[in-house]
């Protein structure tokens, strides 16, 4: 099967809470520079946040990210956790994600559009035209 999209399904904790909380990851070749990361509120209900798919790798080895979005190995508790820090006008989120699944997720999505090569993905013309007609 062929497909132009990446999904993966995990199961993060949120802000300390020992009761994980169901998240999902999302990558499609038409966006090659962003990543969707969604967490499950309430059943039905999700809250998802797209950012670049670079800063989510750097954040594997090293702080990444100064905005809204920020992503750091947690090196001083536990090298195998990865921790994703969102911040919005509504409030701020830590989430603790396994190491091993973001780099499993990554390694997909660069199966699909290796890093570097994005822009052979990127329909800039079609951005125009949305951008313009509406």
């Known amino acids: 099967m062929i497909t132009d999209a990446v999904h993966q399904h995990q199961f993060v904790a949120l ?3 020992a009761a994980p909380v169901l998240s999902r990851c999302a990558y ?3 966006e090659p520079y962003a990543v969707a990361i969604a967490f499950q509120a309430e059943k039905g209900r999700w809250i998802e946040w797209t950012f670049a798919r670079d800063l989510l790798v750097d954040g594997l080895t090293k702080p990444a990210g100064i905005g809204d979005v920020r992503v ?3 090196l001083s508790v536990d090298e195998d956790v990865l921790v ?3 911040e919005s006008p509504d409030g701020y ?3 603790e994600m396994q ?6 997720f990554l390694a997909a999505s660069t199966d699909l559009v290796a890093l570097g090569a994005e822009h052979e993905y990127f329909d800039v013309d079609s951005l125009i035209d949305e951008i313009t007609n509406v």
Do not use: Q, T, Y
Request: hydrophobic fraction near 40%.
């Open 93 to 95: 989120a830590v989430v």
């Open 15 to 17: 802000n300390g809470c």
């Open 99 to 104: 190491r091993e699944d973001v780099e499993r």
């Open 28 to 30: 499609v070749a038409h």
């Open 72 to 74: 750091r190995p947690d």
């Open 84 to 86: 994703l820090e969102l």
